[in-house]
């Protein structure tokens, strides 16, 4: 949205000064439920830290610090994802500020209400060349709901009441999402003398633990006609898509990020299945409905965009992650109109999809088990097995892997997690922190090498700061294999560009990861078979240790294709009737 400097009285002379404005700012924040905030140091966001260190001392607000602003981001918004409330971000001027936006991007397409609180100079300063001034205001465009530029000396209500409202999704027709509060702050910018912190409240924040969730509907009625439907749970789908699915006697395909792969009607590796049930088929897929976004497999979008498959999106409030009327869907914001759309299974329908999901998860355990290194579908299935508590899984591989090679459970076995929103590999291990923050709980993160390369800064915690119950569990293929599973692969095969695929998209590295955990202070351990991972994720988790796992992605591409032979195999003789 554009921004609404209007939201703010002007500055007057004899206004407020920055910290009695900061003080108002930070009241403000906590009334509208803003129960944690990550600060990065900086001179000009002096008077909003000294306002939530009187704050924090107070009881009323929980500090994390992180020195920089990338990690800060991600950190924050890990915070929200975990909590379901809105986290804040505090910066600084100049590029502090613009190294949010990674994570302001995420939180935009992921709907994640993260608060950016940025430092400025006032106006008289701006446009002058002063030090670490530039343009702030709508530096994020049209990635935040709303931002507005506060004032030097002005009254900070009704911005930051505004902001927090359209953070949360309280406007109509506008989902949750990132907005910026751009404070002008003018010299002095310390507390007045004889000012301090106030005496320890000695009390901790209220924190909702979020446990992983199951619903039951009650069975679909026998009026509704039967259709061989079948039910897509994408990202962030929930277990509503479970719960719809076992009452209406519908087979459910769930990617990992759901929150609703679990329960009798998943089928695992249902990616491999959709051919098997294909237009040419004895029983082939009448509808489609969506819950959540689909993010992870191209079988799964070309099931999506064929014209003769109807296909329906359950949407009862407004979502970030498409723009209205730019996919094929019919949006619908009932589950009562979803009901009449989808009608229900004839037992033979799901009979026939379980059957099948249960040939292809034993094709692929065998063929897992046939070798005891580790490899990335068998760290993924692993993983997932041992899940409680909150997981976390970075983009790339590491979700797919899951999403091909882990089984369903009955019930739902650990709340999970993942930067969807753009699936950047940007911020994982600060996201992950966040999470396990937020949450309070054991957590464990999946990713590979190059994702955990590119925030390795998010491992520095400043001395005294919280440290998480995180587990990090690390594939290290020395490089990144997710380009050899795409077209770059047969490109690579065929020797037409050498070893540019090598060079320009697998990244080879040689990073010593215990060497460089153990300048973070982190535990660190290697293991290169399933049963070593299998061990070390079975022990008790204190503070955050990093597991590597060390694994070969040139021979990738030949497990794959072994796979989906024998799932191939597995199915092609199963009776369709």
């Known amino acids: 949205m554009s921004p609404a400097d209007s939201a703010a009285a002007p500055s007057t002379p004899g206004g407020l000064t920055a910290v009695e404005a900061a003080r108002i700012a930070v009241d403000t924040l906590l009334a509208a439920g803003v129960r944690q905030v990550v600060v990065s140091p900086g001179s000009r966001s002096a008077p909003m830290a000294y306002a939530l260190a009187e704050a924090e001392a107070a009881g009323r607000v929980e500090l994390l610090v992180r020195i920089d602003e990338r990690s800060a981001g991600f950190t924050a918004l890990g915070l929200a994802l975990s909590a379901g409330a809105p986290a804040a971000v505090l910066t600084t001027s100049g590029t502090a500020v613009g190294n949010l936006l990674p994570a302001v991007m995420e939180a935009n397409h992921a709907a994640v209400p993260l608060v950016v609180i940025s430092a400025d100079r006032p106006e008289e300063l701006r446009g002058t060349g002063a030090n670490q001034t530039t343009v702030q205001l709508d530096l994020f465009g049209e990635h935040v709901r709303f931002a507005v530029d506060v004032p030097a ?23 949750p999402g990132p907005v910026q509060l ?16 106030p005496a320890a409240a000695g009390r901790g924040l209220y924190r909702a633990v979020r446990n992983p969730l199951a619903l039951d509907f009650p069975a679909a009625s026998t009026a509704l006609p039967e259709r061989r439907t079948v039910v897509l749970a994408g990202h962030d789908a929930g277990p509503v898509a479970e719960a719809f699915a076992r009452a209406h006697g519908l087979p459910l395909l769930a990617e990992p990020s759901s929150n609703a792969r679990f329960g009798p009607n998943a089928v695992g590796p249902y990616r491999l299945l959709l051919d098997h049930f294909g237009a040419d088929s004895a029983q082939p897929i009448e509808r489609v409905v969506l819950f959540g976004r689909p993010t992870l497999s191209r079988p799964v979008s070309a099931l999506l965009e064929r ?17 209205p009327g730019r996919r094929t869907e019919l949006p619908l914001e009932t589950l009562a109109d979803l009901a009449e759309f989808a009608g229900r299974g004839a037992a033979a329908w799901l009979d026939a999809w379980l059957l099948a999901g249960a040939a292809a998860q ?13 490899t990335g579908p068998s760290v993924g299935a692993e993983v997932w097995k041992h899940a409680s508590g909150q997981l976390v899984l970075g ?4 979700i797919r892997d899951v999403d091909l090679a882990a089984a369903p459970p009955a ?3 650990a709340t999970m997690f993942a930067n969807r929103g753009l699936a950047g590999i940007d911020g994982t291990t600060s996201t992950a922190t966040g999470i396990a923050l937020g949450g309070g709980q054991e957590t464990t993160v999946l990713m590979g090498d190059v994702t955990f390369l590119h925030d390795a800064g998010g491992l520095l915690l400043g001395a005294g700061e919280t440290e998480p119950q995180l587990r990090i569990v690390v594939l290290n293929d020395a490089g990144g294999a997710i380009f050899g599973l795409l077209e770059h692969g047969a490109v690579a095969a065929a020797g037409r560009y050498g070893d540019a695929v090598e060079r320009l998209f697998a990244t080879p590295q040689r990073v010593d990861l215990a060497a460089l955990a153990a300048a973070y202070g982190v535990a660190h351990r290697r293991v290169g078979t399933t049963a070593e991972l299998a061990e070390a994720l079975a022990g008790p988790l204190e503070g955050r240790s990093i ?17 989906r032979a024998a799932v191939a195999t597995a199915v092609e003789g199963l009776p369709q009737t």
């Open 153 to 175: 000396g002005s009254d900070p209500r009704r911005a930051v009441d505004t902001a927090l409202s359209a953070a949360t999704g309280a406007f109509e027709d506008a989902p």
């Open 182 to 197: 751009n404070f002008a702050f003018r010299d002095p910018l310390v507390p007045a003398v004889g000012d301090g912190l």
């Open 307 to 323: 014209a003769d498959v109807p296909s329906a999106l359950y949407q009862p409030v407004p979502v970030a992650w498409y723009e």
């Open 362 to 374: 034993h094709a692929v355990d065998l063929i897992l088990a046939a070798s005891p290194a580790a």
């Open 395 to 398: 983009s790339s591989n590491g």
């Open 411 to 413: 019930e739902p076995q």
């Open 547 to 563: 597991i590597e796992v060390r694994t070969d992605r040139h021979r990738l591409g030949e497990l794959h294709r072994a796979i």
